[in-house]
């Protein structure tokens, strides 16, 4: 993984069983259920037992959270941390994007800012300010297509 694109791990440890708390090259400190995609996937079904878990180590140049035969990509582990820490994800933008079949330079016009900090954002290499998601979730449903709405709609749900 390059470091221009997402941040990169520096540093991992086992806490309480399936959670752990990792150093990223912003300077953010998270914290990170992964219990979920422990159980979800029969593969990493080694990892469930305590001692092997508080294995846990950083991969080959900050690109993964890894045990000896298991590994989590880090740039989702840096998503599944903003998203539990309640914080918009790059994962959440490119969602965002996708969803509604915007470009960057698209989504850039849609929330009229520069298409170098939309690209700065889906690519995690800044953290998305609460305004910046909150513009996205209200341009859509807004039902915005090509540009702002001439109203809002009545109720939004």
Request: proline share 6%.
């Amino acid at each position: 993984m390059s470091r221009f694109f997402f941040p990169e791990l520096q540093g991992v440890e086992a806490l309480a069983p399936y959670r752990l708390r990792t150093r990223w090259s912003t300077g953010e400190v998270l914290d990170v259920d992964v219990s979920g995609i422990l159980h979800s996937l029969p593969e990493l079904a080694p990892l469930l037992e305590p001692e092997t878990f508080a294995l846990v180590h950083v991969g080959e140049w900050g690109g993964t959270v890894e045990w000896f035969d298991s590994e989590l990509g880090a740039d989702n582990v840096y998503a599944w941390a903003k998203e539990q820490a309640g914080q918009p994800s790059h994962e959440m933008l490119a969602a965002w994007m996708r969803r509604n079949g915007l470009s960057l330079t698209t989504a850039a016009a849609a929330l009229g800012m520069s298409r170098r900090m939309v690209s700065y954002y889906r690519t995690a290499r800044k953290p998305i300010p609460r305004h910046v998601w909150l513009a996205c979730l209200g341009w859509e449903a807004a039902g915005c297509k090509d540009g702002l709405p001439l109203s809002l709609p009545e109720k939004v749900a």
